[in-house]
């Protein structure tokens, strides 16, 4: 009986041990998954900010894009109207007397001088 006794404790002793021994592993399996899913939230919400970042500096760089383009087009349309003392945008050039030799003092002075100043 003592036999039998001894070996009842020693197999309750096993299962004991078992049992605490699951019992721990399923604490750090779901201690491991609460930390991976906390790594994966703050993951994707910094690839988020960088994406947010990216495009804000990519239409930044577009709209100083736009400012430039609109820029030297204003002052090519006001060098075309400072030369063109007539004021018309033709392909003839204009008849006017007047108009060619106000056109030849431009010109000269815009030789003369080294930069323009488009404001």
């Known amino acids: ?29 779901t201690a491991g998954l609460a930390a991976v899913a906390g790594f994966l939230a703050k993951l ?12 804000q500096k990519v239409w ?11 820029r030297t087009l204003k002052c090519a349309v006001y060098l075309v109207t400072w030369l063109d003392p007539c004021r018309c945008l033709c392909i003839r050039p204009c008849s006017d007397d007047r108009c060619s030799s106000q056109l030849r003092a431009r010109v000269e002075v815009l030789v003369i001088t080294t930069t323009v100043t488009c404001r």
């Open 1 to 29: 009986m003592e036999v039998i006794e001894g070996t009842l404790k020693v197999l309750k002793e096993a299962v004991q041990r078992l049992v605490e021994t699951i019992e721990e592993s399923v604490r750090l399996i």
């Open 44 to 55: 994707f919400s910094d690839a988020a900010e960088f994406f947010r970042e990216l495009g």
């Open 60 to 70: 930044g760089a577009m709209q100083q894009f736009a400012e430039a383009v609109a």
